[in-house]
């Protein structure tokens, strides 16, 4: 088991507080306005992207994120993929550890894992700090017990290595029923007006599925976005027809700031 490490820091860690959190995130005026119901079949979402900060600051930009999906129904198994905040253990790395949260015990899919091991190196150590992950995982619950995930973390996120995991993942989701989230904040600790302009260029990128792009934009423009690894590997998979912005906004909606951190809730639909 891997069990919370960011519990009653970026969300509750009591359950019944974690399931009002969640529904606060959905009914927020930032948020889709409505908690929706699961539904039954699958529509078209492939994949997205979804923030990871506290749920106080990034839950009402992932509720529309997850309100989506769950509109339409969800897969199978996720796949998410998030930045290796801490630079601990493998530079692409999976775990087998099912994660335990206060809403229970969310499985791993070991089917896609064992298709990937000969390029993914299995490293608990990778995910054991991590939050970029550990924070979509209560989402998930709240709507489905039976749903699987595989995390993996990115400490390398260059645009070779994120086009060789896309297709790593594209190669052992075949037959399976998956969306793969990537898990990113956009810019960090700079002025909204500042954030909004920088964050608009990567997101220009993605909403053309451009991956090489997002790369591109975010070393050009200095773009202190912590996934865009995970957001390049997500599109490589994916290989999507169209994206769709859903949310942007940022912590400085919440409460008054001087320098803010972007959140972005983007799904791509194949």
């Not at 699987?148 to 075949?174: H, S, V, W």
């Amino acid at each position: 088991m891997r069990y919370p490490a960011v519990a009653g820091q970026f969300y509750p860690s009591k359950e019944k507080a974690l399931r009002e959190q969640i529904e606060d995130s959905f009914r927020s005026p930032l948020g889709p306005g409505q908690v929706p119901s699961l539904a039954k079949g699958r529509g078209s979402i492939r994949g997205a992207v979804v923030p990871h900060a506290g749920y106080v600051f990034s839950g009402s930009v992932a509720a529309h994120v997850y309100g989506a999906m769950a509109s339409e129904g969800f897969p199978e198994t996720f796949i998410i993929i998030g930045p290796n905040h801490h630079g601990i253990g493998s530079g692409v790395a999976m775990t087998t550890e099912d994660f335990v949260t206060p809403l229970g015990t969310c499985k791993i899919d070991r089917e896609i894992a064992a298709k990937l091991r000969d390029w993914v190196d299995e490293d608990p150590s990778a995910h054991a700090q991590e939050h970029s992950i550990e924070v979509q995982v209560p989402f998930i619950q709240y709507f489905s017990k039976e749903a699987k995930f595989l995390p993996i973390t990115m400490a390398f996120q260059d645009y070779d290595t994120a086009k060789e995991l896309g297709a790593q993942l594209r190669n052992a989701c075949k037959g399976k029923d998956t969306i793969i989230i990537a898990s990113s904040d956009f810019s960090h600790y700079i002025s909204a007006k500042e954030a909004e302009r920088k964050d608009n260029a990567v997101i220009d990128q993605i909403l053309k599925l451009n991956a090489s792009g997002v790369e591109r934009v975010v070393m050009q423009q200095d773009v202190s976005m912590c996934g865009y690894g995970p957001v390049m590997a997500m599109l490589e998979a994916v290989q999507g027809k169209s994206a769709q912005l859903l949310r942007y906004g940022n912590s400085g909606d919440v409460r008054p700031m001087a320098q803010v951190v972007g959140y972005a809730g983007i799904v791509i639909r194949g």
